[in-house]
Each structure stands twice: as structure tokens, then as C-alpha cells.
């Protein structure tokens, strides 16, 4: 077993990644808004509150996986 310290993950890093996982999880509401036939608005309001209230829920994941040494990819 090594002992070895958990890499420095920078800050920006975690936020441009949780961000993006953000962006990936509302393309999910996207296919089911087309198969509905919604209203373009409101797909894309919606897309943008889930990207946006997911974020730093996947910010908090990421970092706790950054300080447990298991730090999330490059994308």
C-alpha cells in the first residue's frame, strides 16, 4: 500500500468539470422534452435550472473525491 499524497485539483478545474456533468445530466430532460413536443422556451429554461442547481451538487461530489485521492478526469 502506498502512501502517497492526493494530487492538487484546482478549483476551476472542479467547477468547469461539475459543470459540464451539469450540462450532460439536463440533456436528459432534453430527450424527453422532444419526445413531448414542448415548447422551446421552456426546454431551454429548464435545461438551464438543472444545469445550474445540479452543478454544485457535483461540485461538492468532485471535491470530496479530490480530497479522497480519486480525482474526476480531464474531460
Do not use: E
Not at 435545461?47 to 471535491?63: D, E, G, K, Q
Amino acid at each position: 500500500m502506498s502512501n502517497t499524497p492526493a494530487p492538487n485539483v484546482g478549483k476551476a478545474r472542479l467547477w468547469l468539470n461539475s459543470f459540464i456533468m451539469g450540462v450532460f445530466a439536463s440533456c436528459g430532460y432534453l430527450i424527453v422534452a422532444l419526445i413531448n413536443q414542448h415548447d422551446i422556451l421552456t426546454v431551454v429554461i429548464s435545461m438551464a435550472a438543472i444545469a445550474v442547481v445540479l452543478t454544485p451538487v457535483f461540485y461538492w461530489l468532485n471535491s470530496r473525491r479530490a480530497k479522497m485521492g480519486d480525482a474526476p478526469k480531464r474531460p
